[in-house]
């Protein structure tokens, strides 16, 4: 089954510095999708890919890029601010159809001042 | 444009018990998929449902079920609760096609006793 890896537990990062969150799929895998998740929030779409284009602009300054080569997806945003405190969760598209989505274990996005 | 609401936000109950959770979608989104998110296990997919009928399934024992309505509401049960049932509870709406934009609620959490 297609799967995805978020070898990164937590990040903590000052506010005005990049971020890089890494997220590795399995052979095959895409559609690929950024999610970010406030505390006490839902989840809400940063980015997705499904083809072309390896770099994916997504909302709130973030891109990621899909590298075959790497087996990798991994999301960047240039100046993190201290709004951007959260969990990030990188999904695979799973199924034929659909919109059934296996999610990796997230990583927590803790942001200094 | 009002968003996805999941009714109750919060829920105890008593281990054996059954539970009933709401999900109402987007206006006009006709697609609603849950999701279990819990500490141990992350995010999980339990079910998708498209015009009333079930798209996709995940891994979980029968005790999980699921319906949707013709105003595309949906409503997911659990029965016989076990205390690995507490967990937050994830609805989320998209159009319609194949890797929609999904649209989350704030989930109802759900705690067993």
């Known amino acids: 089954a297609q799967s995805v890896t978020q070898p990164d537990i937590h990040i903590t990062v000052s506010e005005g510095a990049s971020l890089e969150l890494r997220c590795n799929y399995s052979?095959?895998?895409?559609?690929l999708f950024w999610y970010v998740q406030s505390p006490g929030q839902g989840l809400q779409l940063l980015l997705k890919?499904?083809?072309?284009?390896?770099l994916v602009q997504g909302i709130k300054g973030f891109e990621a890029e899909f590298k075959r080569s790497q087996s990798s997806f991994n999301l960047r945003k240039p100046s993190v601010h201290w709004s951007d405190a959260a969990e990030y969760f990188c999904?695979?598209?799973?199924?034929?159809?659909?919109?059934?989505?296996?999610f990796g274990g997230g990583t927590r996005v803790l942001v200094k001042p | 444009k009002a968003g996805v609401t999941q009714t109750p936000r919060y829920l105890i109950k008593t281990r054996g018990q059954q539970v009933t959770l709401s999900c109402s979608p987007i206006?006009?989104?006709?697609?609603v998929s849950w999701y279990q998110q819990t500490p141990g296990q992350g995010l999980q997919f339990l079910f998708e449902?498209?015009?009333?009928?079930?798209?996709n399934k995940g891994n979980f024992p029968g005790r999980f079920s699921g319906r949707q309505f013709s105003n595309s509401r949906s409503e997911m049960n659990v029965s016989t609760l076990e205390l690995g049932d507490s967990a937050l509870y994830l609805c989320?709406?998209?159009?319609?096609?194949?890797?929609?934009?999904?649209?989350f609620g704030p989930g109802t959490r759900l705690t067993v006793t």
């Open positions: 989320a709406s998209s159009l319609a096609g194949n890797w929609d934009e999904q649209y």
């Open positions: 052979y095959g895998a895409t559609p």
């Open positions: 890919y499904f083809s072309g284009d390896t």
């Open positions: 999904a695979v598209g799973a199924g034929a159809a659909g919109n059934k989505l296996t």
């Open positions: 206006s006009g989104h006709r697609s």
């Open positions: 449902y498209f015009s009333e009928t079930q798209r």
